[in-house]
């Protein structure tokens, strides 16, 4: 069984740049949630992704944007880089929406994002 | 919105003495609370969690309690051991599929 993927695992952009983060769920998984983790800090909820369609969104502004496929891999784009956008994103797939639902989120290595 | 706090937000005791990490929550529709466990350059692991229709749980080393009344829930570690040393989140959501809000963390640190 494979677990979480995510790609790239560090990179730099500039203030105004965009970013595209991606991930590979677990397998039989079709429910991805994002969080971002700030040094030092625990990772906060940016959205979640069930069957291709926003299920749930945290306290983030818009230019934070995600797509689910079809085979429930995801990506996160984020519009106009900011300094405080500098941090670890983190995927996470869990089971299926009402499947014995253990509630477990099972998490990749995450994307280091540096904004100069 | 719900918020977790955590403390302390480190701790550092000797191996196979007892750590203690408390949460509260402030959302009273919170029902499902677990426990992640993150090592350097990993992302964070499940390592016990427990629902609202129970007060206590064990898994070996491990033990949580929840007082839903008050809105706290305790995380227990006996016997600690070098491996146990990372960053432990408590967290907390309304159903195990909804988004799941992590407190800020607690470094522990197991001393030989």
């Known amino acids: 069984e494979t677990g979480v993927t995510q790609s790239p695992t560090h990179l730099i952009k500039t203030r105004g740049q965009q970013v595209t983060l991606r991930c590979s769920s677990q397998?039989?998984?079709?429910?991805v949630s994002w969080y971002q983790q700030a040094l030092g800090q625990g990772p906060q909820f940016i959205f979640q992704?069930?069957?291709?369609?926003?299920?749930g969104r945290g306290n983030f502004p818009p230019r934070f944007s995600g797509l689910q496929f079809p085979n429930y891999s995801s990506e996160l784009n984020v519009n106009a880089l900011e300094l405080d956008d500098s941090a670890l994103y983190l995927c996470?797939?869990?089971?299926?929406?009402?499947?014995?639902?253990?509630?477990?989120?099972?998490f990749g290595e995450g994307s280091r994002l540096t904004v100069l | 919105g719900e918020n977790v706090e955590q403390h302390p937000s480190t701790l550092s005791v000797q191996e196979g003495d007892s750590a203690v990490i408390k949460c509260t929550y402030s959302?009273?529709?919170?029902?499902?609370f677990p426990w992640y466990k993150q090592e350097l350059g990993k992302g964070p692991q499940l390592i016990i969690d427990?629902?609202?229709?129970?007060g206590e749980k064990k898994d070996q080393r491990i033990a949580v309690t929840l007082n839903k009344t008050a809105k706290h829930f305790s995380l227990h570690i006996t016997e600690t051991q070098p491996e146990d040393s990372a960053v432990y989140f408590c967290?907390?959501?309304?159903?195990?599929?909804?988004?799941?809000?992590f407190g800020p963390g607690t470094s522990l640190s197991v001393i030989p």
């Open positions: 996470a797939s869990s089971q299926p929406i009402g499947a014995p639902q253990t509630g477990e989120l099972f």
């Open positions: 397998s039989g998984h079709n429910t």
């Open positions: 992704y069930y069957r291709e369609e926003e299920n």
């Open positions: 959302d009273s529709a919170s029902n499902y």
């Open positions: 427990i629902r609202s229709n129970v």
């Open positions: 967290a907390a959501s309304e159903t195990s599929y909804d988004k799941v809000i």
